[in-house]
């Protein structure tokens, strides 16, 4: 009996482990979520010196003119990673009355706005490019090979940075005027910050002058020679070229002595104007930049201003065909020669 039991035990188990097993059904729907785009944030934006090409010192407040290059830096966060932007700015520009709350500006001039772009192309190559809108200048540069753009567009921070260097005639600012900065970030889906400034930058005066006339001879003259003396007075320099940021004055002085080319002999520069000189062996020069002898100025050898009126001007600058000199000479202890000496001329600040 007991061995009857046995068998059929057995028998349960094996019918047991010779059943088919039961699965699972199971069916697929897709997923799917949009990711909102965040706004973009400007954290930071200053201007650093030339030597500072990362950015990485104290921000300076000067900028001079033709300065090989100053660097603008626009820090931006976004959430929805860097490849998301799509453009990147900083924009300078000149404040005249000194409001904090002036806006920059759309659209770039050669003397008050310069905007430094850099734009990220499209998805999958995100390629990035520079550009700039100085209006019709030709001296504000943007130097791409010195500016820089995040490592990866993957981040969600990082740093741009803009080469450039201020043109001949951005204005100089003075009393309440100043220079500002804008950082400025806009992504794909136009979603724009809040702009970013800083304030109270510095353009330094710059002046440029260029005489394009090589000499001014008045030939053989009598030994004393009066300025009023209309056969050989006044010597006109048709080619005096004068740029500036800001008012400006044009000045001259004369070399001391000038000489023989043959004898080697020395004639000397009456720095009181004697018309003629009193002593043996000097000149005078009387100079303007009109043919008014009246208002001209005596030639001495420092720096003294034709005319302190001078303003702004283009980039081109400001051509004076009229500066004009009359020359007297003592009326003995001269030896007959080709006297020769240098007239400068100066452009400077006022």
């Known amino acids: 009996m007991l061995k009857t039991k046995l068998s059929i035990a057995i028998a ?12 699972a059904a199971e069916g697929t729907t897709t997923g799917s979520f949009g990711a909102a785009s965040s706004t973009p944030e400007v954290t930071a934006v200053n201007i650093y010196d030339t030597t500072d090409p990362n950015c990485t010192g104290a921000p300076i407040t000067d900028m001079t003119p033709q300065t090989t290059y100053y660097y603008a830096k626009v820090s931006v966060t976004s959430n929805s990673k860097l490849k998301q ?7 300078l520009f000149y404040n005249a009355s000194g409001n904090l709350t002036m806006p920059a500006p759309l659209a770039g001039d050669v003397h008050d706005c310069a905007i430094l772009t850099c734009t990220i192309g499209a998805p999958p190559g995100y390629a990035i490019s520079w550009s700039s809108d100085f209006g019709t200048s030709t001296t504000w540069t943007l130097h791409q090979p ?18 450039f260097e201020p043109g001949t005639v951005a204005t100089e600012n003075t009393g309440a005027a100043m220079w500002n900065v804008q950082g400025y970030a806009e992504n794909r889906n136009d979603a724009k910050n809040d702009d970013l400034y800083v304030r109270d930058k510095n353009m330094m005066w710059y002046g440029e002058i260029t005489v394009n006339d090589p000499a001014v001879d008045w030939g053989a003259v009598p030994l004393g020679l009066v300025f009023e003396n209309a056969t050989y007075n006044p010597e006109t320099v048709t080619d005096v070229n004068y740029i500036a940021n800001g008012d400006y004055a044009e000045d001259i002085k004369s070399s001391d002595n000038w000489t023989g080319a043959v004898t080697l002999d020395i004639v000397t520069l ?15 020069l009387e100079a303007n930049d009109t043919s008014d002898n009246v208002t001209a100025i005596t030639v001495t050898n420092s720096y003294n201003s034709i005319d302190n009126t001078g303003t702004i001007t ?13 020359l007297s000479i003592s009326a003995a202890g001269i030896v007959p020669d080709t006297y020769s000496g240098s007239i400068y001329y100066q452009i400077s600040n006022r």
Do not use: H, K, M
């Open 314 to 326: 283009e980039e081109a600058g400001d051509t004076v065909n009229t500066n004009t000199l009359w």
């Open 12 to 23: 349960l188990v094996a019918a047991l482990l010779l059943a088919p097993a039961a699965y």
């Open 85 to 91: 932007l799509e453009t990147i700015r900083a924009t």
């Open 270 to 284: 009456d720095v009181t104007g004697g018309n003629p000189p009193a002593a043996d062996s000097q000149f005078a």
């Open 146 to 163: 010195g500016c820089q753009s995040p490592a990866s567009l993957d981040a969600t921070s990082g740093d741009w940075i803009f080469a």
